[in-house]
C-alpha cells in the first residue's frame, strides 16, 4: 500500500485542520492506521489511530478531546480533525500503516511498514 498524507499548514492557536491519509495499491480494511508526528528534537510520538475492521480509535492523552480520527471507506482515506490547536502540536504528522499491528504494540511506530510522505503543521501562538 501506497499512502500520501495532506492537509497540513500553518494555523493560529486555536484554530483547526483536517489532515488526509489516502492509501493506493489496496484498500484499508485490512489495516490499522497510524497518525504520528514528529519535531527536530523529538522522537516519532503516537497522536491517533483506528483499526479499520473494527472501527475502534485510540489517542495519545495529549490529543484526546480534540483530534478525531475518521475514515472514509469510498474514498479509502483516514482523516485526522484537529481542534484547539496549540503550538506543542508543532511538527511533521505522518500516518502509517500496517496489517498486523498488535495492540500492545499500535502506538510504537515500529509496529507499522508503510509511511506516508509527512505533511508539516505549525502552530503559531
Known amino acids: 500500500v501506497q499512502l500520501q498524507a495532506f492537509g497540513g499548514g500553518l494555523v493560529q492557536a486555536g484554530g483547526s485542520l483536517r489532515l488526509s491519509c489516502a492509501a493506493s495499491g489496496d484498500t484499508f480494511r485490512r489495516y490499522t492506521i497510524g497518525w504520528f508526528r514528529q519535531t527536530p528534537r523529538e522522537e516519532r510520538e503516537f497522536v491517533a489511530g483506528?483499526?479499520?475492521?473494527?472501527?475502534?480509535?485510540y489517542y495519545a492523552d495529549s490529543v484526546k478531546g480534540r483530534f478525531t480520527i475518521s475514515r472514509d471507506s469510498a474514498k479509502n482515506t483516514v482523516y485526522l480533525q484537529m481542534n484547539t490547536l496549540n503550538p506543542e502540536d508543532t511538527a511533521v504528522y505522518y500516518c502509517?500503516?500496517?496489517?498486523?499491528?498488535?495492540?500492545?504494540?499500535?502506538?510504537?511506530?515500529?509496529?507499522?511498514?508503510?509511511w506516508g510522505q509527512g505533511t508539516e503543521v505549525t502552530v503559531s501562538s
Open positions: 502509517a500503516a500496517d496489517q498486523n499491528v498488535i495492540v500492545s504494540s499500535r502506538r510504537s511506530p515500529r509496529a507499522y511498514d508503510y
Open positions: 483506528t483499526k479499520w475492521s473494527a472501527g475502534t480509535t
